[in-house]
DNA sequence: GTCTATATTTCGATAGAC
DNA sequence: GTCTATCGAAATATAGAC
């Protein structure tokens, strides 16, 4: 039998965090809730993670990194601004999927982190995903296939929260399934940011 | 000299309370903290307040009083399905510009407030915001003005989300006033949902 | 490596003087 | 009506047995 890089218990208490942490927050959510919801009591946690904000931040520092990694293999291939957008939108809901409590957790406490000590950790990765975006937009309007009468950045941002807050409603079954509801993401906002 | 409606210190409490709440998060926000904020002591709030969940409870039922409020003065004379669309997206920035804080919370914590006892108050009004964007949309489909390849659930939840989200990131100023914001905003998504 | 037991801190809320 | 002082509950984290 191969050799684990990680032991399953420190991943079945970052699961169990994450699920939490998506459902009630950071702040609302007690270690022996994770301790609970891992199958271990609140002791044990303290011998895998020194606090619980460890705990936190590296549920958002491996999300930012498949996120990225995502990001990256999506756009190499693509020329034309509008394929490059719709791979953003594929990747990022492609990823939501993957770590659907992560992502929440991401958009819904990032203004905590961000007034935490430690957040310089994540500030660069946080960054990189910004300009993703603002790099594919900026060249969409250069190359004229978006319009121009809106500011990049406004319209990055009204994407970007559409996009980040689906994983708030939207649950990925038969009758909706999540290539579908990329293709209707995308074709809203390339129709709406066409020109 | 005129009587006041509401106490200064009443009023002093909810300002400074919803400044935090929409900061930190509700339950991050401690009680001594509201009292700093508004220039009391700990003590003086349950003067005022029963309770810490109660001043969350009056923050919220204000703001959707009056965004209810707004959105019937803003669909009353407009027949066209597209003027009612940036009717609503108008009445919900304007009403964001007025109670950013509120706005915020409404948006963070509603999933926290769905789960606690005394939600029924506000669970109306929630559900009569949403039906009044679900109704515009789906006149608008029936019409033949809006396009009728994507859910209007779907559609619905695309654009409320980037317009509650901008409070996160929108503040007025001279360069880029709410009014222009306003229009940017419907412009996207009407030439997005256009047919 | 895991658990039991508990130390320490912090929070919401209350009591009572003024 | 406001403040001081504090209670009791709950939370994070630690100590030490096994």
Redesign the pocket.
């Known amino acids: 039998m191969a050799e684990r890089l990680q032991?399953?218990?420190s991943t079945a208490i970052l699961r169990g965090a994450a699920k939490l942490f998506a459902r009630k927050g950071v702040?609302?959510?007690?270690?022996?809730?994770?301790?609970d919801e891992s199958?271990?009591?609140?002791?044990?946690?303290?011998?895998?993670?020194?606090?619980?904000?460890?705990i936190v931040d590296e549920i958002v520092t491996r999300y930012l990194d498949a996120l990225l990694s995502r990001y990256h293999r999506a756009l190499a291939p693509a020329a034309d601004p509008r394929a490059r957008l719709h791979g953003l939108v594929v990747a990022s809901l492609e990823c939501a999927k993957v770590f659907p409590h992560a992502t929440q957790i991401y958009q819904n406490e990032l203004g905590y982190l961000r007034q935490r000590p430690g957040y310089e950790r994540i500030k660069a990765a946080v960054y990189d995903v910004q300009q993703a975006w603002i790099d594919v937009i900026e060249d969409g309007r250069a190359h004229g296939v978006f319009r121009d009468d809106v500011p990049p950045r406004m319209f990055y941002r009204l994407i970007r929260d559409a996009v980040w807050l689906s994983v708030r409603w939207y649950r990925p079954d038969g009758s909706y399934p999540i290539d579908q509801f990329a293709r209707d993401t995308t074709s809203v906002f390339l129709q709406g940011i066409g020109r």
């Open positions: 032991s399953d218990r702040r609302s959510t007690t270690v022996r809730e994770i301790a199958g271990v009591l609140s002791g044990t946690l303290y011998h895998y993670f020194p606090s619980k904000e460890a």
